[in-house]
T-cell receptor, first 114, second 117 residues
Framework: LAKTTQPISMDSYEGQEVNITCSHN???????ITWYQQFPSQGPRFIIQGYKTKVTNEVASLFIPADRKSSTLSLPRVSLSDTAVYYCLVGDSYSGAGSYQLTFGKGTKLSVIP | NAGVTQTPKFQVLKTGQSMTLQCAQDMNHNSMYWYRQDPGMGLRLIYYSASEGTTDKGEVPNGYNVSRLNKREFSLRLESAAPSQTSVYFC????????????????FGPGTRLTVL
């Protein structure tokens, strides 16, 4: 089961670009990298997903180096409403053995400062 | 289109009581999940259901049972609640059941905040 490591917390001022890096040294060949965002008292929400290189959508960009042992979520020009916990997930294919674990970890708590 | 709905939103139980948390999705998804989230922690998977009629244990299944009633509904039951089960419970669903869950976007409900005294 691939395990991820993220910073516990980060602070940023409004208008700055924020980069959150996730380490996943044991990532498997078939695994995707997915990021979720969670606001207080809400369920997590999908942000972006990628396999390699760079992926961009209207919310964020995801950078994945060639060895895929880490990934970086980039949030351009953050605002106060981006204050949330961000989770990095790395896949583990369904083993078919009757047990499957999806690990969110503790995530990175991003605080945006006015 | 309500997405994933959960009932109740809040619940207080006494130790030893039982209750069922309800979850429903209207996106015609095949897979459904139950998680718990404790203060300052990430989400931990309790049970999941890859398709109607199938359920499997996740990381923390002890003390819980689940039922995939039909494609829309996935319930979580606490037979004898314990204070250690005080948590926020999230239900989620995703479209596919091909086996590579992580490549599959999960949609979460608003959560049920459960307190066991």
């Amino acid at each position: 089961l691939a395990k991820t490591t993220q910073p516990i917390s980060m602070d940023s001022y409004e208008g700055q670009e924020v980069n959150i890096t996730c380490s996943h040294n044991n990532i498997a060949t078939n695994d995707y990298i997915t990021w979720y965002q969670q606001f207080p008292s809400q369920g997590p929400r999908f942000i972006i997903q990628g396999y390699k290189t760079k992926v961009t959508n209207e919310v964020a960009s995801l950078f994945i180096p060639a060895d895929r042992k880490s990934s970086t979520l980039s949030l351009p020009r953050v605002s106060l409403s981006d204050t949330a916990v961000y989770y990095c997930l790395v896949g583990d294919s369904y083993s078919g053995a009757g047990s499957y674990q999806l690990t969110f970890g503790k995530g990175t708590k991003l605080s945006v400062i006015p | 289109n309500a997405g994933v709905t959960q009932t109740p939103k809040f619940q207080v139980l006494k130790t030893g009581q039982s209750m069922t948390l309800q979850c429903a999705q209207d996106m015609n998804h095949n897979s459904m999940y139950w998680y718990r989230q404790d203060p300052g922690m990430g989400l931990r998977l309790i049970y999941y259901s890859a398709s109607e009629g199938t359920t499997d244990k996740g990381e923390v299944p002890n003390g819980y049972n689940v039922s995939r009633l039909n494609k829309r509904e996935f319930s979580l039951r606490l037979e004898s609640a314990a204070p250690s089960q005080t948590s926020v419970y999230f239900c989620a669903s995703s479209e596919t059941n091909t086996g590579t869950f992580i490549a599959d976007t999960q949609y979460f409900g608003p959560g049920t905040r459960l307190t066991v005294l």
